[in-house]
């Protein structure tokens, strides 16, 4: 598996990028950089993530271990996660996943234009000018890369 993550937007939007076989290891490295990140903004309210997960293949997480595995989302700053999905199976197990013990704002969406466009729908103060959109490639080519 390769997972890749960063600010979309420093401050507001953090970007995930996810390809082949998802571990729990990944899980955990994921969250474990998400709460940093919120580390880094203390006083903004909500802080939203993008996870593009359209190429990922399959996962070797279950449900429960990998909800367990990600108590960012309890975290008061966890605002909207835009699951980008293009595979049933992964919508089904991700719905599951992010409604357990937990109010997540999420939805899923089928690529990165309808995400963004739900989010501008959602929070309008998002200052889109500051967007570093070239991570959005640099992570697919990167983990082309790394196979």
């Not at 995400?115 to 103060?125: A, H």
Request: hydrophobic share 40%.
């Amino acid at each position: 598996m390769t997972v890749k993550i960063d600010w979309l937007i420093e401050g507001q939007i953090i970007y995930h990028y996810w390809s082949g076989i998802g571990t729990i290891e990944d899980i955990i490295y994921v969250n474990q950089r998400t709460l940093e990140f919120y580390q880094e903004y203390p006083d903004r309210p909500l802080i939203h993530t993008i996870v593009n997960a359209v190429d990922q293949k399959n996962t070797e997480v279950g449900i429960q271990s990998g909800r367990n595995a990600m108590p960012a989302l309890d975290h008061p700053q966890t605002g909207w996660i835009i699951m980008l999905l293009d595979n049933r199976i992964f919508e089904f197990v991700s719905n599951i996943m992010l409604q357990i013990k937990t109010k997540t704002r999420f939805r899923i969406r089928k690529d990165t234009t309808e995400g963004i466009k739900f989010l501008k729908t959602v929070d309008p103060s998002i200052n889109w000018e500051n967007a570093n959109w070239s991570i959005i490639e640099q992570f697919k080519i990167e983990s082309t890369e790394d196979i």
